[in-house]
Nanobody
Framework: QVQLVESGGGLVQPGGSLRLSCAAS????????MGWYRQAPGNERELVAR???????NYADSVKGRFTISTDNAKNTVYLQMDSLKPEDTAVYYC???????????????WGQGTQVTVSS
């Protein structure tokens, strides 16, 4: 069983910063990819940023230059540093990881429970 636990959301003023964290735990053989998605009210869930373990990150155009994704592979943790936040960044942010629970298992996607980020003055 795998769990993804997020933290770091909250209320911030426009132009401010927040740092999200997501730790994966449980039966983990290896992690292929970790990333962040977000969903605003009335919108579909969209990719914010993701990074293959040991690979190069990719970002949504709307956050390039403002958000930075990073990982601590020893801790099975992914971070999202969000700077220069805008009201349109307001959403529930979800952590996602592609994980193999055993050597012979296929990679499977797992989701965190989501953390609210609100950008407002």
């Amino acid at each position: 069983q795998v769990q993804l636990v997020e933290s770091g959301g909250g209320l911030v003023q426009p132009g401010g910063s927040l740092r999200l964290s997501c730790a994966a735990s449980g039966s983990i053989f290896s992690i292929t990819t970790m990333g962040w998605y977000r969903q605003a009210p009335g919108n579909e869930r969209e990719l914010v940023a993701r990074v293959p373990v040991g690979g190069i990150a990719n970002y949504a155009d709307s956050v390039k230059g403002r958000f930075t994704i990073s990982t601590d592979n020893a801790k099975n943790t992914v971070y999202l540093q969000m700077d220069s936040l805008k009201p349109e960044d307001t959403a529930v942010y979800y952590c996602h990881a592609v994980i193999r629970v055993e050597f012979i298992s296929s990679p499977t996607g797992y989701w965190g429970q989501g953390t609210q980020v609100t950008v407002s003055s």
